[in-house]
């Protein structure tokens, strides 16, 4: 492929992924802005609320284990295609179904299960389009997608349930989600060799083993990422979960406030990924290290810590302004990380890798954190206020700082010890 047209094919390439992605979370988050509507129609408590959350997060990661492999195996145009019909169809009928919570927590699961189609098959894309040495401009630019539509999500859902019901949140992201189907179809390409007029590349791991992601992310240097995933699953997801019930609750906003206040949390991430892709960036030229990732997680479970016990000054309907610029300190910080966990260090593999296996298997131990902090932050609520999810969300992101931090130092010692060879 020449230059020029390869060039116009990546560009491409990267907004129909970052388009995709963002569609997602149409039909993902939007339980979040709809919970203070549930209790209040069938008088749930945040423990039953938590067991939906729970239920999804724990399909998402058992979906990597699968989905995540066959991502490498198969099409991901036709492997993300199918997924996006499957969540459309079960956000469709979610928004039908009344108060019956056993059938509400089963499909919210197989939604989990769907949405886990999404982000390692669109790696896998991305690492047959660029090479590793691209990886942190790659991530800057793919991993706000999520945020995007995660902002865009809450945005939908809060002005749906406040203005028609708590249904429509869920039946206009299904229409919405059918469409995005058809967009990634039409447009996407698997690698270079798919494009039109192009002879199609061999797979580099058709043949690799369902576990391979796992293995390889548990050998080396990447195994301290399976610890520190499943942590910041917790602190991110806990927050994209009970975020706007803490808005509702403790800063006194109704519905659509709180899902508009709560906006602040994804646009924050975004800037979190922004700003961490830059440092990434030029970390990589004065050094010219091939992994960045360590010491910028450190930094960043810090700013989480940070942020998490400043909302122990700040929490309780005090100063809600300020209660919103720590939640997004929060959510910059557990953010940020996110980019590098998911995006940065499965594309550093490179091409011939099962990268789409690798992704699924770190999404797998954050989500396998997320569906423990969905439901252990809705029982610390209940029984200990929300001082109880301050606490555990700073001390999972200082253990992280830990994990992370000895991981450098490793790593350090290695570099060390190879220039003293050379």
Request: charged residues 10%.
């Amino acid at each position: 492929m020449q230059a020029t047209t390869l060039r116009t094919w990546r560009r491409r390439i990267v907004a129909v992924c970052f388009v995709t992605y963002a569609c997602y979370y149409l039909g993902r988050v939007n339980l979040a802005v709809t919970v203070p509507a549930l209790r209040q129609a069938y008088g749930w408590d945040k423990s039953a609320i938590g067991v939906i959350g729970t239920a999804f997060y724990w399909a998402y990661a058992a979906g990597q284990l699968v989905n995540g492999p066959l991502g490498d195996r198969l099409s991901p145009r036709r492997l993300v295609a199918v997924g996006l019909v499957a969540s459309a169809l079960l956000n469709l009928v979610f928004g039908s179904l009344g108060g019956a919570l056993p059938w509400l927590v089963a499909l919210w699961a197989l939604n989990g299960w769907a949405q886990a189609t999404g982000w390692a098959p669109i790696m896998r894309t991305l690492s047959r389009w660029f090479e590793p040495a691209q990886r942190a401009r790659v991530t800057a630019l793919i991993s706000p997608s999520y945020l995007v539509g995660h902002a865009a999500s809450w945005a939908l859902a809060g002005t749906l349930t406040a203005r028609l019901g708590w249904r429509y949140a869920y039946w206009v992201p299904g229409v919405l989600l059918l469409g995005a189907a058809i967009f990634w179809h039409a447009l996407a390409r698997d690698e270079p060799g798919r494009a039109p007029g192009e002879a199609p590349d061999p797979p580099a791991s058709r043949d690799a083993p369902r576990l391979a992601g796992l293995s390889v992310a548990w050998r080396g240097p990447m195994r301290w990422a399976i610890a520190v995933s499943l942590l910041s699953g917790m602190v991110k997801e806990g927050l994209n979960l009970w975020g706007p019930t803490y808005l509702v609750e403790e800063q006194s906003l109704g519905v659509l406030g709180a899902a508009l206040s709560g906006l602040l949390i994804p646009l924050a991430g975004i800037g979190g990924q922004l700003v961490t892709g830059r440092v990434q960036r030029r970390m990589a030229a004065a050094s010219h290290a091939t992994q960045q990732e360590r010491p910028l997680v450190t930094g960043l479970a810090l700013v989480v810590a940070v942020g998490a016990a400043a909302l122990y000054v700040v929490g309780g309907g005090r100063s809600p302004v300020a209660a919103l610029l720590m939640l997004a300190l929060v959510a910059a910080g557990s953010h940020g990380m996110n980019g590098l966990l998911m995006a940065s260090l499965p594309l550093s593999l490179g091409r011939g890798a099962p990268v789409s296996a690798v992704t699924g298997a770190l999404n797998f131990c954050q989500y396998l954190g997320a569906g423990l902090g969905a439901a252990l932050v809705g029982t610390l609520v209940d029984h200990l206020g929300w001082g109880g999810a301050y606490g555990w969300w700073a001390g999972s992101a200082l253990l992280i700082a830990l994990i992370a931090a000895g991981g450098a130092r490793r790593v350090g010692a290695v570099s060390r010890a190879g220039s003293s060879r050379s």
